[in-house]
């Protein structure tokens, strides 16, 4: 079992649209990273998280650390949206915490 | 600044042959990351380093090195290129921010092994 699972693998969505990306991990960790891929482009990163909830324009995190799930939420969508998201958390692992284990990245398309 | 670059940015080998991709950034990072991006996988760590002149291997280490000559430069090198390492390459490099150590990605490098 992976320790970063990610759902739904895919989406698509209408313009407008609010969506919500769910992120699960099965360790402890001290931080939650969310990445965006375009296709065929770098990767950006989002949010870095370790408690509460972040906001950056139509985009907003939040994470529950009790229950080891986090959430990317976009409201308002639009096709400039469509990316790849990517769940990772970073967790301590022979004394360093500064790795990331990621997870397999949502496939998110809106269209017009 | 330019942040993290790569060079190549794509690269065709035949099986054998080696090479060697540069990452480099300007920021003044402490810690670099090598990583290969696959078809339903997740990023995987191959290589990383926590400072100039040290290495650590990471999930998928075979069949590669790396070296950390200076601080900005991190290579990664293929000895003997095989098909099963065609794959997208990334590089990454990383401060430590109050325990949260935020990492800026290059824009990758697409490597095919024929």
């Known amino acids: 079992k992976n320790e970063v699972e990610q759902s739904p693998q895919n989406l698509t969505a209408q313009e407008g649209e609010f969506i919500t990306i769910n992120c699960s991990y099965s360790?402890?960790?001290?931080?939650l990273h969310w990445l965006q891929q375009h296709p065929g482009g770098g990767i950006v990163s989002l949010f870095m998280?370790?408690?509460g909830k972040k906001k950056h324009g139509r985009l907003i995190a939040t994470i529950n650390i009790q229950e080891k799930h986090s959430s990317l939420h976009i409201t308002a969508s639009h096709p400039r949206d469509s990316a790849v998201y990517i769940c990772?958390?970073?967790?301590?692992?022979?004394?360093?915490?500064?790795?990331?284990?990621f997870g397999k990245g949502t496939l998110l398309t809106v269209n017009p | 600044n330019a942040g993290v670059t790569q060079t190549p940015k794509f690269r065709v080998l035949k099986t054998g042959q080696s090479m060697t991709l540069l990452c480099a950034q300007d920021?003044?990072?402490?810690?670099m990351y090598w990583y290969r991006q696959d078809p339903g996988m997740g990023l995987r760590l191959i290589h990383y380093?926590?400072?100039?002149?040290?290495?650590a291997k990471g999930e998928v280490p075979d069949g590669y090195n790396v070296s950390r000559l200076k601080k900005q430069n991190f290579l990664l090198g293929l000895e003997s290129a095989a098909p099963s390492q065609t794959s997208v390459y990334f590089c990454?490099?990383?401060?430590?921010?109050?325990?949260?150590?935020?990492?800026?990605f290059g824009p990758g490098t697409r490597l095919t092994v024929t």
């Open positions: 920021m003044n990072h402490e810690y």
């Open positions: 998280l370790s408690s």
């Open positions: 990454a490099s990383s401060y430590p921010e109050q325990g949260i150590y935020e990492q800026y």
């Open positions: 380093s926590v400072g100039e002149g040290t290495t």
């Open positions: 360790v402890g960790i001290s931080a």
């Open positions: 990772a958390v970073r967790s301590w692992s022979g004394g360093s915490n500064y790795k990331l284990t």
